[in-house]
């Protein structure tokens, strides 16, 4: 019928579309979930700030928000409940990140860092949104400020205002203020130590020859230099390289597993990446590479 209205747009894509139009690069999420929609696509790729790619997405469904961190430039604090457990001692009395965060800045004496974009979640939680530094590139952690607190950035993601919990709770939008630069004890709490070189990895208590020597170096190098997304992976086939070694008896698999932590303590607490994930793809590494030894003749 000519002049008659056209059907507002659902709510979720409006907020889908408000956060495009912010600056967030947003992607699908399932109705009511944390996840992709799609999980046999890399969100990464989906992520997008077009009106009518999203329009076009979020007519399929009610699709949750999900907003890209390092293509929107963002960082984003995650401040949690304790949703009952017990702080760790150096935290006693504290119930919520945001007490962390408190007790942070006030050992700083600097301001808590209130004035941005803040959404709270379905959970009694809080995100603090920042526009990410130039440099460093800040990536996602978990608890590396404190208990409760973890951090995206570039390579993670987190669900916008407007998306809602299974149960119908909102993401409500608190602050719709710019995200605002984050202070700089925040940047420098969030910066990763520099990777340490080869040399510091102790090889001079390892009585081997110059072969396995060589090797070990090798697979050092390989471990420090893994990219995010990829230091599983390069640590497990570290670790079986080293580990056939160890089963041809060219070397002790304790000084094998000695000089492979050492190398993947400088991956330790860098974008959720534990001490307890490393010290279990070293022993299924090595297990793998005893069971498989390389035999070589050094005469």
């Not at 009518?52 to 009610?62: L, P, S």
């Amino acid at each position: 019928m000519a002049g008659a209205r056209r059907a507002p747009a659902p709510r979720l894509m409006r907020a889908a579309l408000a956060a495009a139009d912010r600056g967030f690069w947003v992607f699908p999420l399932g109705p009511g979930s944390k996840k992709p929609a799609l999980p046999k696509i890399n969100w990464q790729h989906l992520a997008t700030r077009d009106p009518e790619v999203i329009a076009r997405a979020w007519r399929k469904a009610a699709f949750n928000i999900g907003i890209a961190c390092g293509p929107s430039r963002l960082l984003v604090l995650d401040l949690d409940p304790s949703h009952g457990d017990r702080p760790p001692p150096e935290w006693e009395g504290a119930r919520h990140g945001r007490d962390v965060l408190a007790r942070l800045t006030a050992a700083r004496q600097v301001p808590y860092p209130l004035h941005t974009y803040r959404v709270a979640t379905p959970s009694g939680g809080e995100h603090l949104y920042f526009a990410a530094p130039e440099t460093p590139e800040l990536g996602n952690s978990s608890g590396r400020l404190g208990w409760r607190i973890d951090t995206r950035g570039a390579g993670g993601y987190v669900v916008g205002a407007g998306s809602v919990s299974r149960s119908g709770h909102p993401y409500q939008l608190l602050d719709d203020r710019p995200p605002a630069p984050p202070p700089d004890w925040l940047i420098t709490a969030l910066t990763p130590p520099p990777l340490p070189s080869p040399t510091t990895v102790n090889l001079a208590e390892v009585r081997v020859n110059a072969y396995v020597r060589a090797a070990l170096v090798k697979q050092v190098e390989r471990i420090m230099a893994a990219p995010r997304g990829q230091r599983h992976d390069t640590l497990l086939s570290a670790a079986g390289s080293i580990g056939r070694l160890v089963g041809a008896g060219l070397l002790t698999r304790d000084d094998a597993h000695r000089v492979l932590s050492a190398a993947a303590d400088s991956h330790i607490g860098i974008d959720e990446f534990t001490e307890h994930e490393a010290e279990r793809v070293i022993s299924d590494g090595l297990d793998f590479g005893i069971a498989h030894p390389r035999h070589i003749n050094l005469h």
